[in-house]
């Protein structure tokens, strides 16, 4: 152990892979989350009453944002990492 040299060099390519597996899961798992909610609106909002049309109409705010946050996170964590990447 004593004399031994530990190199603490960070491996572009491995940090550049990870980074993209990280973007990749994260994202088709939002993707999938995102439909299965959307299909379960959709059907709320088939089967609902007239009342509950309503509240369900008022479950697609959120639900709408929750797309926009998801995807414009994504979109800033790309363009930050090839802005990153560029200039260095």
Known sequence: ML???VS?????????ETSNFIFKLLMAIGI???LLV???IGIQ?????AE?????????IPYV???GVIFGAFTIWSIAVNLLQNSF
């Open 65 to 67: 944002i929750g797309c």
């Open 45 to 49: 909002f088939m089967v609902a009453s």
């Open 38 to 40: 959307g299909t379960i």
């Open 32 to 34: 999938v989350v995102m």
């Open 8 to 16: 603490n060099t960070i491996d572009e390519s491995q940090l550049k």
């Open 52 to 60: 509950d049309k309503a509240k369900v109409k008022e479950a697609l």
């Open 3 to 5: 004399g031994e040299s």
